[in-house]
Nanobody, 121 residues
Framework: QVQLVESGGGLVQAGGSLRVSCAAS????????MGWYRQAPGKQRELVAT???????NYADSVKGRFTISRDNAKNTVYLQMNSLKPEDTAVYYC???????????????WGQGTPVTVSS
């Protein structure tokens, strides 16, 4: 019903920048919060940043001041601008969106397939 497609991951040197995007499509009535999570090899998935439909943001302490989350509600797209990247930022980055498919439905969480980000030292 709803698909999330990420793009923009890749390989970057430490100190560099990268922007990842996630576009939602399908049966969408409205999107509540959207966010980015990441999972490094051998570790649990962790929250990176979230943004509400009104634009309020929340960041993990490890990325505050370096990453910026934003969204374009008209395009059902969320972005993550990553600056001053560190090797410890290396992970697969997953997009999440809480989507209502009908006016009378509650929000349901959908996930993208993930996009890898590798930061070399």
């Amino acid at each position: 019903q709803v698909q999330l497609v990420e793009s923009g991951g890749g390989l970057v040197q430490a100190g560099g920048s990268l922007r990842v995007s996630c576009a939602a499509s399908g049966r969408i009535y409205s999107i509540n919060a959207m966010g980015w999570y990441r999972q490094a090899p051998g570790k649990q998935r962790e929250l990176v940043a979230t943004i509400t439909s009104g634009g309020s943001t929340n960041y993990a302490d490890s990325v505050k001041g370096r990453f910026t989350i934003s969204r374009d509600n008209a395009k059902n797209t969320v972005y993550l601008q990553m600056n001053s990247l560190k090797p410890e930022d290396t992970a697969v980055y997953y997009c999440n969106a809480n989507v209502r498919t009908r006016a009378t439905s509650l929000g349901y969480d959908y996930w993208g397939q993930g996009t890898p980000v590798t930061v070399s030292s």
